[in-house]
Each structure stands twice: as C-alpha cells, then as structure tokens.
C-alpha cells in the first residue's frame, strides 16, 4: 500500500501541481489489484512504468494469471452446466 500512495504522489508530481492534479486512477487500481494478487500468489511485486511492456516479466504474470482464471471459469461454468448429451445404451 504504501509503493501505491508513493506511485499516486510521483504521478500527482509529474503533472505538475502542488496541490492537486488529475491522475487516471484506473490504471494505478489496475496495478494495486495486481501486485496484491502477485504477491498472494507467488510472493512477488512490480512497480514502474513497465507493466504495458509486452514480453516483459510483469506482462507474462498478468497474461498467466487472465489465461488461468479464464480456464477455471471455463470448466465452472461447464461443470454447474454440463452439456447435454444423448441417452447411452
């Protein structure tokens, strides 16, 4: 949390105000939510500008973590609903 307010303060300083400045807080949420998640899951965290960078390391995790939640919904969705199949003989 507090690489997450520092982030916000070195954002609110590079645009350029003393006591208050725009910053696109969608982003900065986006990179909170994933470094709690990282670091639940594998001990790690980022911080940087470098989280858009594709092939990097912070890319790979977050394309692994999607593409895992991606195939545990999938096979949720189909074990609450299985397909219906024919009658067996």
């Not at 940087?48 to 995790?61: A, H, I, L, Q, T």
């Not at 593409?67 to 919904?73: D, F, G, P």
Request: proline residues 4%.
């Amino acid at each position: 949390m507090d690489l997450f307010i520092k982030e916000l303060y070195g954002l609110c300083l590079r645009n350029g105000a003393e006591n208050s400045a725009k910053v696109t807080m969608t982003e900065a949420l986006k990179r909170l939510t994933f470094n709690v998640n990282l670091m639940m899951l594998v001990g790690k965290r980022f911080f940087g500008n470098d989280y858009s960078k594709v092939n990097n390391e912070p890319w790979r995790y977050e394309s692994a973590i999607k593409h895992a939640l991606y195939l545990v919904y999938s096979y949720t969705r189909h074990a609450k609903h299985p397909p219906i199949s024919g009658p067996t003989q």
